[in-house]
């Protein structure tokens, strides 16, 4: 609905936006704002259909974003947390190149569920090394993985577009419940819930628009 010269000034002036107020929250913020911009445009404009690079840049898109709101408050290990996010997107970019056409997905339903199952070890080593100190935390991220694990390997059986959409649907909502797993480890409980409530106007945005 709009031609390419719109969408290169609307894309400019949005990623300029994000610099512009990155700068302005200090000079840490703006400096990790840098390369993520890179991977911005690295994923849309050159190697989002690659089968491996694509989900590794999608994940420093992750990576990257994470880092910069925490490097405001910077603590000891605060550049390791945002791995959590970014090895969860890794695995999730590798199940959505199959969304569109579904069928045998062997090696993406693997990356996936290997990538998911990661994020729990990943968790429970930062958490050896005191960097999350919260104690029942790693469980929380146990549960987190071994749930989403399970809704990804029943397309091994059921493996239709709808049905890879749907599980994709379910994925990328869950970027929520693995902040508050993430949360649970630093914070008393009611931050948890208080991020548990984004629920809410998440399920409403995805009745707006289709989030894969």
């Excluded at 190697?47 to 690079?53: A, E, L, T």
């Excluded at 694509?54 to 791995?83: H, K, V």
């Excluded at 590798?94 to 070890?121: N, R, Y």
């Excluded at 100190?133 to 993985?145: C, E, Q, R, V, Y």
Aim: charged share 10%.
């Amino acid at each position: 609905r709009i031609t390419k010269r719109e969408a290169l000034f609307i894309g400019i002036g949005l990623i300029g936006s994000g610099a512009f107020f990155a700068f302005l929250a200090g000079s840490a913020p703006f400096l990790i704002s840098l390369p993520l911009i890179i991977s911005i445009l690295l994923y849309d404009g050159a190697v989002k259909d690659f089968p491996v690079i694509g989900p590794l840049i999608m994940a420093s898109c992750r990576y990257f974003n994470f880092m910069m709101g925490l490097s405001i408050g910077a603590f000891e290990g605060w550049q390791f947390i945002p791995l959590i996010t970014g090895v969860y997107i890794f695995g999730v970019t590798i199940l959505s190149q199959k969304e569109v056409q579904g069928g045998k997905a062997l090696w993406h339903l693997a990356g996936c569920s290997l990538a998911i199952g990661a994020v729990s070890l990943l968790y429970y080593l930062l958490w050896l090394l005191q960097i999350i100190p919260g104690a029942l935390a790693p469980l929380a991220a146990i549960i987190f993985s071994m749930v989403l694990a399970d809704r990804i390997l029943s397309l091994l059986t059921r493996s239709t577009p709808g049905d890879f959409q749907k599980t994709m649907k379910q994925l990328l909502l869950s970027i929520i419940l693995l902040d508050t797993v993430i949360a649970s480890g630093f914070a008393p409980l009611y931050y948890s819930v208080l991020i548990l409530l984004l629920y809410f106007p998440a399920f409403l945005s995805v009745r707006l628009f289709k989030v894969t």
